[in-house]
């Protein structure tokens, strides 16, 4: 019972890792408050595919910093900052970088149309480009997304009343839709600054919903 | 102020008297030099405006390589022996080259013979005008030059740098190391630098180049304005180089040829030494055609377009084992496109430089173009700087932010429209500002809301945001 026990938490490691890297052809949404770790989490899935090649990072809001992205791992010679703050011409941009880079995080602003949205997961799909979508606004239609990860809260350590300073965060997800097998899990994450993002705890499946994407 | 790839490369005194510096990158000397006259180099139009002298050797001898406007190299054995001898024939040369360029504008017409490009071209930079320079002791010729010879070859400052670092000042002093140690030591660039200074430039690769290797296209409607030109140059480029490309080869010399639609076809060969790269070689059949075009070369318009490699070899792009030629290239594509559509602004790279504060420690420049000279050692000891995790958000210039207080600690903060409270914090950072130069003290906290946290700089009594942790 022991072994087993053991195995079943090493799958359940290795499922609840699988979620921070980016497939090809999918896309992930990372859905949540700004201020919960979500934008160092996005520049953090670009790690693994900038080892290959040119990565973009879509800022809408002009303010990512590409220091937190060298931080989570990402090569500093293979990321692309791409900032566009005009949603009426984001699809386009979007599409144009789709059509030619492997991995991609991309801000999508308020007021994205459902039909854009569709259409740029279907180019990510025929291209293989794994993709991150993090929306400014409410969440990505159903069926836009392989794997969602809500993001449900944020805690720090390290800086107590004057004290210290910020030195980890801890952040629990909760991984939903076809890329977690249709059960919603939820699981956490710890960041040092360094470029380990690490799960560090188990938590129990939430409760099934239906798949979507 | 003359402007090349968007660098100061000519100033006039008085623009350098503003603060400009040669090599800063064009918007910040027009900010500094207002006043001056901007003149961008257009290498297309260079190139049109050299087409006549190409034209001119071309008539004394066949086979000229153009490599860019104002370099060719011609491969004078043959000539030699028809004209009766070096000396004749460079004298030949330098005539006509002077009667075409040195009564214009005060140009200069430069004239060297030597075994191989490397050497000629130097015997050219080092002959006087009017006397052309030929070099009878090729080895030794070479052995006398400095190592800054070899910067454009190797483009390696680091390496020439090493280099006199280790006592080499001379291509002789570097030819008589041992090449299997420059070779274990400095890999392929160490070899290049020995072989240019042995003499031994690159080896012409005389293997049969297949004909299908070679692209083309025909028009049924003559090619006219120079935008059809232009993109018929750069798609057949890029054909060109994804069919080497699949056989493993690059080219550093190709042949393009135009048919005229009522007249016969002109070809030019263009030379690089190192391989060519889609843009180079794009913007080279580019240049040329344009000269043609607008010197009515080509009467009728252009029928067929064809571009052969005339040298192939091995030598590509190094890449690391993980590296992949292909995506890199759509990437390219795909970036290009980006930029087109939100200008070039739009697409950006950063770089570490040092700093106290997020803001300073990102050097940007833009995608494609060189990066922004830095002197600010990321390496180097930045004491007072934040600590990372750094926020993975933060604004260009710091924000006004609302901060409450109750006796020196941070209570609550406002963001947007309501007030959330701190729930721990961190600091006070101080960080001492340039007294000299008016900027005030200012101290730095982190601030944990149940939001998120946040990189909070208080200076003149007033908050600002300067960084989002999220």
């Known amino acids: 019972m022991g072994i087993g026990t053991v195995a079943s938490l090493l799958d359940q490691e290795r499922r609840e890792e699988g979620y921070l890297h980016l497939q090809p052809g999918r896309v992930t949404e990372l859905l949540g408050l700004p201020g919960t770790g979500l934008t160092r989490l996005g520049l953090r899935l670009l790690a693994t595919p900038s080892l290959t090649g040119p990565v973009v990072a879509l800022d809408t809001r002009r303010w990512i910093s590409p220091e937190a992205a060298w931080e989570t791992g990402v090569i500093p010679e293979n990321l692309v900052i791409v900032r566009c703050d005009q949603p009426q011409i984001w699809p386009k941009v979007t599409a144009a970088l789709l059509e030619g880079v492997r991995a991609l995080y991309a801000e999508v602003p308020v007021g994205a149309k459902e039909q854009d949205l569709r259409r740029l997961a279907a180019l990510a799909r025929v291209r293989k480009v794994a993709v991150a979508m993090r929306p400014m606004g409410n969440g990505l239609p159903s069926g836009v997304a392989h794997l969602r990860l809500r993001a449900l809260g944020v805690t720090w350590e390290g800086a107590d009343q004057g004290h210290g300073q910020l030195r980890r965060r801890r952040l629990v997800l909760e991984a939903s839709g076809k890329g977690a097998a249709g059960v919603t899990r939820r699981f956490e994450v710890e960041d040092e600054g360094s470029h380990v993002v690490r799960v560090v705890s188990h938590m129990v499946p939430g409760e099934a919903r239906r798949a979507v994407g | ?470």
């Open chain 2, 1 to 470: 102020m003359l402007i090349v790839d968007d660098r100061v490369t000519g100033a006039t005194k008085e623009v350098l008297a503003a603060g400009v510096a040669l090599g800063m990158p064009r918007r910040e000397a027009e900010a500094l030099a207002p006043f001056a006259t901007v003149l961008i180099r257009d290498q297309g139009e260079e190139s049109r405006r050299f087409e006549p002298v190409v034209e001119a050797i071309e008539a004394l001898i066949p086979r000229v390589e153009v490599v860019s406007p104002g370099l060719v190299f011609v491969p004078i054995s043959g000539a030699v022996r028809f004209y009766g001898g070096e000396v004749v024939l460079a004298e030949l040369v330098e005539k006509e080259m002077t009667r075409l360029v040195g009564q214009v504008r005060g140009g200069l017409a430069l004239v060297g013979v030597a075994d191989g490009p490397f050497a000629a071209r130097w015997a050219a930079i080092t002959a006087d005008a009017g006397r052309p320079n030929i070099v009878d002791d090729t080895i030794g010729f070479i052995s006398r030059l400095d190592l800054a010879a070899l910067r454009e070859s190797l483009n390696a400052d680091e390496l020439i740098d090493t280099f006199r670092w280790l006592g080499v000042s001379t291509l002789g002093d570097l030819a008589r190391l041992p090449r299997e140690a420059l070779a274990t030591r400095f890999g392929n660039p160490g070899l290049l630098a020995h072989r240019l200074a042995s003499g031994e430039d690159r080896l012409v690769d005389f293997r049969e180049i297949p004909a299908d290797l070679a692209v083309d296209a025909s028009f049924e409607e003559p090619l006219e304005s120079l935008d059809a030109v232009a993109f018929a140059a750069r798609a057949l480029a890029e054909r060109l180089l994804k069919g080497l490309r699949a056989s493993g080869v690059a080219p550093h010399r190709v042949s393009v040829l135009a048919e005229a639609a009522a007249g016969g076809p002109r070809e030019r060969i263009w030379r690089s030494a190192d391989p060519f790269t889609e843009k180079a070689l794009s913007d080279r059949v580019w240049w040329q055609l344009r000269a043609w075009v607008e010197s009515g070369g080509i009467p009728g318009g252009i029928s067929r377009l064809r571009i052969a490699p005339a040298d192939l070899s091995d030598e590509g792009r190094q890449l690391g084992l993980l590296q992949d030629e292909t995506s890199r290239i759509e990437a390219e594509r795909a970036l290009a496109r980006a930029q087109a559509l939100l200008g070039p602004d739009g697409v950006l790279q950063g770089r570490a430089q040092g700093g106290r504060m997020p803001q300073e420690r990102v050097a940007w420049s833009r995608w494609g173009e060189p990066p922004v000279d830095q002197d600010r050692d990321p390496h180097a000891p930045w004491p007072g700087a934040t600590p990372s995790p750094s926020p993975a958000l933060v604004p260009s210039r710091l924000r006004s932010l609302e901060v409450e207080w109750d006796d020196g600690m941070p209570t609550r903060v406002r963001l947007a429209t309501r007030w959330e409270p701190v729930l721990t914090w961190s600091g006070p950072w101080r960080l001492s500002g340039r007294w000299w130069t008016g900027e005030g003290d200012a101290d730095r906290y982190q601030l944990v809301t149940s939001v998120g946290a946040f990189l909070c700089v208080v200076t003149g009594g007033r908050a600002y945001l300067a960084g989002v942790y999220d």
